[in-house]
């Protein structure tokens, strides 16, 4: 079976550093996907990894290594804004395009 | 209007109704996606459609019935539900049903049955 782990919620202030871990143990692996969803509004798309290291876009920057069936997501110079849940999804490959979610973290950015 | 709409954002529904979910997208996207999301729950797949075929059908109870006329335009039709359906239930779509092509989703039809 899929399983996607990732913590439930995180706190951290204003201005700070936070990174959001999740592992994985997928039949196959063709890509991590992370989102963000703000309360009642749709996923949006934050980055994706298939290959291992490091994706950086602007603040945002997303991890991966394949051995470790691990990602992350590092958030810099936190924003009231960034407080949303963050999804990390896998694409099994496993024949057509199946993204299999975490059940997301809830990131509270408090002043 | 652009990026991927969902109409109605909101139902109420009994057991015994029959009701559809829209699902329009404006980006000329090949792959058409629909997913349930419950409180304290992953995202779940329910259907992929790739130009206006059904590549998935994750298990999905007869209850929902999907339908894609175009690559467009993508219908989730409903009957006779279960308390339990109540969710939120997302459409998305993306370039191509293959890997590695991010989905774009719509805002969601929040579904409650009484």
């Known amino acids: 079976g899929q399983n996607i782990d990732q913590p439930t919620e995180m706190t951290a202030t204003e201005g700070a550093i936070v990174q959001i871990n999740c592992t994985y143990q997928?039949?196959?692996?063709?890509?991590l996907f992370w989102y963000q969803q703000h309360a009642g509004e749709a996923p949006t798309f934050l980055s994706y990894n298939v290959l291992d290291g490091l994706e950086e876009k602007g603040r945002f920057s997303s991890f991966l290594s394949r051995s470790k069936g691990y990602s992350y997501l590092l958030l810099k110079e936190l924003q009231m804004k960034d407080s949303a849940s963050y999804l990390c999804?896998?694409?099994?490959?496993?024949?057509?395009?199946?993204?299999?979610f975490g059940k997301g973290t809830k990131l509270s950015v408090i002043p | 209007e652009t990026g991927v709409t969902q109409t109605p954002r909101h139902l109420v529904m009994g057991m015994t109704n029959k009701k559809s979910l829209k699902c329009e997208q404006h980006l000329g996207h090949n792959a058409m996606y629909w997913y349930k999301q419950s409180a304290k729950k992953p995202l779940e797949l329910m259907f992929v459609?790739?130009?206006?075929?059904?590549?998935e059908n994750n298990s999905v109870p007869s209850r929902f019935s999907p339908e894609c006329p175009n690559s467009s335009h993508l219908f989730l039709h409903l009957h006779t539900l279960q308390p339990e359906d109540s969710a939120l239930y997302l459409c998305?779509?993306?370039?191509?049903?293959?890997?590695?092509?991010?989905?774009?989703f719509g805002p969601g039809t929040r579904l409650t049955v009484t």
């Open positions: 998305a779509s993306s370039q191509d049903e293959r890997g590695g092509y991010e989905q774009y």
């Open positions: 999804a896998v694409d099994s490959g496993a024949g057509s395009y199946q993204l299999t």
């Open positions: 459609y790739s130009l206006e075929e059904r590549v």
């Open positions: 997928t039949s196959g692996f063709n890509g």
